[in-house]
């Protein structure tokens, strides 16, 4: 009895060893697999091929987020789908017998800032160019082109001779003294110009990048409209480059909306497009030469945003160096090099598990730069993820080096799609910041148009009873991404919150190139042409 029953413990102890045993093993083994999972084979993932599966989550906040260009159309409106918009600024430009209609309205407001509205244009265009096939394959390719051509003939008449760029239709105090729908505005809308003697390299190069990217699009469906388009690009570049000067520091009343920090960066924006566009290598020159050294900031990781281009132009030069490396003549290799090693930067600092990851974050993950429209940033640079994961993965480019550590084009999927699931709702708050998407969002967005009700007869100061009632917009303003959380990741749904409820129309561009390159299985990059 004894014996028998030493013998069972015996047992038990060998067993309750080796359970421990193993456990220590699988310790040891997954702190190993977890230290080196980024470092990853050496052998490239498979190139990708037409876009595959639909991801219906990222497919119907596609289709979501495209309607908010629709909400912020100016003019004679064709086709209106939005029930509770009309016509409207029927006579802006008339002053000076242009025809400044059509464009968008920047954001919960009546204004047409050129700036913000060119950078709109070009981050449609770029989507459009590398996620045409995935937005076609959901039905939404239609609609990014339409948005982007009512842009476009407005940037088009904005230019009516070489040296001549309108950058601004309506008067902001005067805007902003007043809450009414866009169809009822009744205020004088003056017109703001830059040219030789008033210079703004800022918003006429970011205007050119604008036209180039655009007449790509358009080359193949209208070679016409697309070769107006290139003529504007490159008149435009010309004049930013020969006229140097910031349009804010020229015209200082412009600075409390959309303060420019520098040209440079547009200079090199729009000539790398411009380059994509003609494939004429003077542009090539001009990036990679002393325009470059100046304004490149090579090694110097940045955000991008409507004001600071200089992350984008990384990665669209990195291209160059992904594809076409063989067609280049050496004398650009150089610079093209620096371009793309200060794009790895860019990618390194986003990755969190990178050694240069940034600390710009909130508690959950999400990139966090600034309290005034918060998702800029964070959207920004997980479409900037999305794009050079697909550029690695088409080029059969199997690692990313950060340090010590590699990471893999699906890394930086990873990356972009935690930023998308944020806004869309796997957050803290439980809340989607699209306007429309998910069960809880936004329902008193600092909005003109979605605040007001449609048969509501309202003149300029009476409609402020629309902004200070505590009833939700009477109007979904759908697709519109708000401003968003503050670092400790809360979010105060109030119309008078204009930092965190107002939503823009460029924050609706980015979002739409981040959600198209999410919407399938990732595709293989086309040429531009």
């Known amino acids: 009895m004894g014996e028998k029953s030493r013998s069972k413990g015996g047992c038990c102890g060998w067993f309750i060893a080796f359970i421990i045993l193993a456990l220590v093993v699988g310790a040891i083994v997954f702190t190993v ?47 209106n789908k939005i029930s509770w918009r009309g016509n409207s600024a029927l006579k802006d430009g008339s002053q000076a017998k242009l025809d400044l209609t059509k464009g968008m309205y920047d954001a919960g407001d009546n204004m047409k800032f050129g700036f913000p509205m060119a950078f709109t244009a070009t981050v449609l265009s770029w989507s459009i160019l590398e996620y045409g096939d995935q937005m076609d394959h959901v039905g939404q390719l239609d609609a990014a082109q339409d948005s982007l051509k009512w842009i476009t003939d407005y940037l088009i008449n904005a230019h009516p001779s070489e040296n001549v760029l309108y950058i601004q239709v309506g008067d902001p105090v005067a805007d902003h003294k007043c809450w009414e729908k866009p169809e009822a505005i009744t205020e004088e809308r003056p017109l703001i110009q830059v040219n030789a003697s008033c210079p ?23 070679p016409t409209y697309s070769s107006t388009l290139l003529k504007h690009a490159k008149q435009l570049f010309t004049f930013a480059d020969k006229n140097r000067g910031s349009y804010s520091e020229n015209i200082p009343e412009v600075q409390t909306y959309y303060n420019s920090t520098g040209y440079g960066d547009e200079l090199l924006w729009a000539a790398s497009w411009l380059y994509h566009a003609t494939g004429d290598d003077s542009y090539l020159q001009f990036v990679t030469g002393q325009d470059g050294e100046d304004y490149a900031q090579w090694g110097s990781p940045t955000w991008f945003s409507w004001d600071n281009k200089l992350a984008g132009t990384q990665v669209l030069l990195s291209r160059l160096s992904f594809f076409k490396a063989k067609d280049i003549s050496n004398s650009y290799s150089s610079g093209l090099h620096s371009y793309r090693k200060t794009a790895e930067a860019v990618m390194c600092g986003l990755l969190p598990d990178s050694p240069t990851a940034t600390k710009s974050r909130t508690d959950d993950g999400l990139i966090w730069v600034s309290q005034w429209n918060s998702l800029q940033h964070p959207v920004a640079s997980a479409f900037l993820a999305a794009v050079y994961s697909d550029y690695m993965l088409t080029s059969q480019t199997p690692k990313l080096k950060c340090g010590s550590d590699s990471f ?66 009477p109007n979904v303003a759908t697709g519109a991404l708000v401003g968003g959380p503050f670092l400790n990741e809360t979010f105060i749904d109030s119309r008078n919150n204009s930092m965190q409820t107002e939503p823009s129309t460029y924050n609706s561009a980015v979002i739409v190139g981040l959600l198209s390159s999410l919407v399938t299985t990732s595709s293989a990059v086309q040429s531009f042409t």
């Open 33 to 79: 697999k977890k230290k080196f999972s980024h470092s990853g084979s050496d052998k490239p993932a498979p190139v990708p091929g037409p876009p595959g599966a639909v991801d219906q989550k990222y497919s119907t906040a596609l289709k979501t987020a495209m309607q908010f260009f629709d909400i912020q159309k100016s003019g004679k409106l064709v086709d």
């Open 200 to 222: 703004g390299s800022d918003v006429a190069a970011e205007t050119a990048a604008a036209m180039a990217s655009a007449s790509l699009v358009f080359k193949k469906t209208d």
């Open 408 to 473: 893999t084009p699906s890394d930086l999927r990873d990356f972009a799609k935690s930023q998308a699931d944020y806004v869309l709702g796997k957050n803290p708050m439980h809340m989607s910041f699209l306007v429309g998407y998910g069960d809880k969002y936004p329902q008193f967005v600092h909005h003109r148009g979605a605040s007001i009700p449609a048969d509501a007869k309202t003149g300029c100061k009476d409609g402020f009873q629309w902004l200070e009632s505590s009833d939700p917009n």
